[in-house]
């Protein structure tokens, strides 16, 4: 286990160091600063933990090739992509002003940044949420898969799996329903509209890469496997930490305004994810525990219906972690006495 958390252990550690100067340099303090970011990291952490099996349930049919820039380069987008550049990108087109002036704002300012962040929820939750419930609903009504968690309901979710659009049309079905029925302004219903299309149509162009490498000849099978092994699942993997990473952006300023700290905190947190990911990959979890990667999706429903009723209603970021949580511990749970059944 050592071996495969020594790069997060090691990227902690230069992330801590950073923090105690960045503590030592401001009127933080060096003990403030340690502590906020070792919150932010377990915060993300306990976000993000049924992200890593379903990150698993991908990599585990990638090669090592691939799987190393899943923890190399794909961290450098998750770090400093998503937890940097992503949020002052949102702030800049929000505000119109220019990438530097939105920086110092985020140094110097950092309550105004905080205010101009939060008043983009609303669409980056619809984005989010809507990416995040089709991958949910991707895998329920899989037709192809075998093993079911909750028995008769998911095999029948799984036969309406046929009709091949039924994921994109209840997505759209209930984000026309949160843009009609939800007790919002009209600037706010056509936000979230046009970002809950936009997550729609990312996760159709994502899951649909796999075309450009058909080969009559060679059947689906190739399809998949060059799928999983290349840049459509590396490109699959990123887009669904982004997806996870909003939420955890957005609730790290309820902990600090200091965006530094908010980077070198959750970057702990991804760190760990990430390793998190290829040890269930190298130790075969998914396959001992059969019934995990059903909990990880359970848990990315549940997160993604908080995603999309936080445009209006807030729900305490332990709360969030806690569902994911307690899905992974059920799911592991069943697992073991589905094993002992088949032992007995």
């Known amino acids: 286990m050592l071996a495969h958390f020594k790069f997060s252990l090691w990227f902690s550690a230069v992330c801590v160091a950073l923090a105690i100067w960045w503590g030592a340099s401001s009127s933080m303090g060096i003990l403030t600063a340690i502590f906020l970011i070792l919150v932010l990291g377990i915060l993300e952490i306990s ?3 049924d992200n890593a099996v379903v990150n698993a349930s991908v990599l585990k049919e990638m090669d090592e090739k691939w799987q190393q820039l899943f923890l190399t380069v794909g961290i450098f987008i998750a770090v400093f992509g998503m937890r940097l550049v992503f949020p002052i990108v949102i702030v800049a087109v929000a505000t119109g002003l220019g990438s530097f002036e939105v920086i110092d704002m985020a140094l110097n300012n950092p309550d105004e940044y905080s205010r101009h962040l939060h008043e983009s929820h609303a669409g980056i939750a619809a984005f989010g949420g809507m990416f995040l419930l089709l991958v949910f609903l991707s895998f329920m009504f899989d037709h192809e898969k075998e093993v079911h968690w909750l028995g008769a309901f998911e095999e029948k979710m799984g036969a309406l799996g046929k009709l091949e659009v039924i994921s994109v049309l209840i997505a759209l079905v209930v984000l026309f329903a949160l843009q009609e029925f939800m007790p919002i302004s009209d600037e706010k219903r056509l936000t979230i509209l046009i970002a809950g299309l936009a997550g729609v149509v990312l996760y159709i ?9 058909e080969n009559e000849a060679e059947g ?3 399809v998949t496997t060059v799928k999983r092994n290349g840049l459509a699942g590396f490109l699959y993997l990123e887009v669904l930490d982004a997806s996870f990473s909003f939420d955890g952006v957005i609730g790290a300023f309820a902990i600090t305004n200091d965006v530094v700290i908010i980077m070198l905190g959750l970057a702990i947190g991804a760190i760990f994810v990430r390793s998190m990911t290829v040890y269930l990959v190298h130790k075969g979890t998914l396959d001992e525990y059969i019934f995990l990667e059903h909990g990880a999706h359970y848990a990315i429903g549940a997160l993604a219906v908080i995603m999309l009723f936080s445009i209006n209603f807030h729900t305490p970021e332990i709360i969030t972690g806690l569902i994911g949580i307690a899905f ?11 094993k002992k059944k088949l032992l007995a």
Request: aromatic content about 12%.
């Open 328 to 338: 992974i511990a059920l799911s592991i749970v069943s697992s073991l006495n589905h």
């Open 205 to 213: 162009a994502v899951s649909s890469l796999d075309v450009f490498f």
């Open 220 to 222: 689906d099978a190739v």
């Open 47 to 49: 976000l993000s933990f």
